[in-house]
């Protein structure tokens, strides 16, 4: 069983919901992608080699700021519910946790992680970093994603072409590697109908956007993550510039959707956001979309001012905790369907009573 416990937010900092736009926006990440010269990329690599990218990498890092107390943890050594819990809270990809058809069972998969900086090792390529961070703040992932790659870029010599930049296993990585993203919450374009034409203007101007945990799940509870698509002919400055732009831009778009919603439909909207809370509230029985399709109701209701007495951070853990393998994690065993959904209604409410209590100063 994995031990978060010797991390001092167990991971979760980026639940504080004390960034910029946190309302909105559950998070901000910066990647790099950075692979070793003279080593062949991860698809080629036999179990010797990877080995050995891991015990260059794990020596390079333990010399470090960024990385030198970093907790060392093994996928590759974990169960499946370990691995989908760290999925969960958003530090590993589904790549390097072994749930893809590419990297299943595939040795030697690490996770360095210290603060909200982490590195993954042999995923996709040999090495990708990543800063995690509450709210929107490119600038501030930035600074500290670029910092951990000069120390790392000291002491590791990456594989990188005078003419393309940084060379990664998949092309559409290569140039500068970097992938920026933000988890934003769009309820208001979605009850306006808006969603639609929102999410095609941003794949015209070079940006996608993908489901909770990114590339290859699907969007629940109206949560919406958008990175950009373009990794080369640009600088890391430029992309980030840009990226942040039309993110500025989509909050924008929400807050007008809102007030339309505020001002054409205020009865409308007020009994959705406090039925979603109702239900969370008194429900014995919860399935995991149908919990984040109401916690985006009370949500929309809490950053409108609609629901007093409810954090963000609750929801922000709600949102985390009453997925699978948290659930798990808490009873101590792999539960069946039915159980757990009981067990994430119990959870739900005892979060929403204890919120209550705290708004109520008891």
């Known amino acids: 069983m994995i031990d978060l416990d010797l991390l001092p937010d167990g991971g979760l900092g980026w639940l504080e919901a004390s960034g910029p736009a946190s309302h909105l926006v559950l998070s901000t990440r910066v990647r790099l992608a950075r692979n070793l010269a003279n080593r062949r990329f991860g698809v080629r690599m036999d179990a010797a080699e990877r080995r050995q990218v891991l015990d260059e990498v794990i020596q390079a890092a333990g010399s470090t700021t960024?990385?030198?107390?970093?907790?060392?943890?093994?996928?590759?050594?974990?169960?499946?519910?370990?691995?989908?819990?760290?999925?969960?809270r958003h530090l590993i990809s589904r790549e390097l946790a072994g749930l893809s058809d590419?990297?299943?069972?595939?040795a030697a998969r690490a996770l360095l992680l210290q603060d909200?900086?982490?590195?993954?090792?042999?995923?996709?390529?040999?090495?990708?970093?990543?800063?995690?961070?509450?709210?929107?703040?490119?600038?501030?992932?930035?600074?500290?994603?670029?910092?951990?790659?000069?120390?790392?870029?000291?002491?590791?010599a990456f594989a990188f072409h005078s003419a393309f930049g940084y060379l990664t296993s998949c092309p559409t990585n290569v140039g500068t590697g970097l992938r920026a993203s933000v988890l934003i919450h769009l309820p208001g374009l979605v009850l306006t109908k808006e969603i639609n034409?929102?999410?095609?203007?941003?794949?015209r101007i070079g940006l996608t956007y993908r489901g909770l945990y990114g590339e290859g799940s699907e969007v629940v509870g109206n949560f919406f993550q958008l990175?950009?698509?373009t990794t080369l002919g640009k600088s890391e400055a430029e992309l980030l510039e840009h990226l942040g732009t039309i993110v500025q831009h989509v909050i924008g778009v929400e807050e007008w959707a809102r007030q339309v919603l505020l001002?054409?439909?205020?009865?409308?909207?007020?009994?959705?956001?406090?039925?979603?809370?109702?239900?969370?509230?008194?429900?014995?029985?919860?399935?995991?979309?149908?919990?984040?399709?109401?916690?985006?109701?009370?949500?929309?209701?809490?950053?409108?001012?609609?629901?007093?007495?409810?954090?963000?951070y609750a929801l922000n853990k709600l949102l985390v905790f009453s997925q699978p393998?948290?659930?798990?994690?808490?009873?101590?065993?792999v539960l069946e369907e039915e159980e757990m959904?009981?067990?994430?209604?119990?959870?739900?409410?005892?979060?929403?009573?204890?919120?209550v209590r705290r708004g109520q100063g008891a």
Not at 102 to 106: D, L, M, P, T, V
Not at 280 to 293: G, H, I, K, P, V
Request: glycine share 8%; charged share 25%.
């Open 341 to 355: 959904a009981i067990r994430r209604a119990e959870f739900v409410r005892g979060t929403l009573e204890e919120e």
């Open 116 to 156: 909200r900086a982490a590195v993954m090792v042999n995923e996709e390529d040999h090495l990708r970093l990543q800063v995690l961070a509450s709210g929107v703040d490119f600038a501030a992932c930035w600074r500290e994603v670029e910092g951990l790659d000069t120390e790392l870029g000291q002491r590791l």
């Open 102 to 106: 590419r990297n299943s069972g595939a």
């Open 227 to 229: 990175s950009n698509q």
């Open 263 to 312: 001002r054409d439909a205020p009865t409308v909207l007020e009994d959705k956001c406090w039925r979603a809370f109702g239900l969370l509230r008194y429900a014995r029985s919860l399935s995991f979309e149908e919990t984040m399709n109401l916690l985006s109701g009370v949500r929309l209701g809490v950053s409108l001012k609609v629901i007093p007495s409810v954090g963000m």
């Open 66 to 88: 960024g990385l030198g107390h970093a907790l060392v943890i093994r996928p590759d050594q974990l169960e499946e519910w370990d691995n989908r819990l760290l999925l969960e």
């Open 197 to 203: 034409k929102t999410l095609h203007g941003l794949t």
């Open 325 to 333: 393998a948290h659930l798990n994690a808490k009873a101590g065993r």
